[in-house]
């Protein structure tokens, strides 16, 4: 394991990245420098993927720096820095203000 690693309970799940941290879950592998999985199962953060995060199931990274997650429910604002790029289920125009999703229909 890594540097500075922690697995905080699961089975079979492995920190390997230096400061990289498993919280639980099962067959789980975060292999970059400051990462973290947050339980799920069969999750992998790859090598390359600094700062990266997984919270769900059956994610593998794909770039450093970010949070990958199966869905995601917020009850407030979301904030995109650059902008929003997607799609919100049923909606045909949304309204980005600031980087800010301010209106969906």
Do not use: E, R
Request: hydrophobic share 35%.
């Amino acid at each position: 394991s890594g540097s500075f690693s922690n697995v905080a309970g699961g089975i079979f799940n492995t920190a390997c990245g230096n400061y990289a941290n498993v919280a639980g879950g099962y067959l789980n592998k975060a292999c970059s420098s400051c990462s973290a999985i947050l339980g799920g199962t069969n999750n992998t953060i790859l090598s390359a993927h600094t700062k990266s995060f997984i919270i769900g199931s059956n994610l593998t990274s794909s770039l450093s720096n970010t949070t990958f997650v199966n869905n995601l429910s917020a009850q407030g604002s979301i904030h995109a820095g650059d902008g929003f790029t997607g799609d919100i289920a049923g909606c045909t125009s949304i309204t980005v203000t600031n980087g800010i999703i301010t209106a969906a229909s």
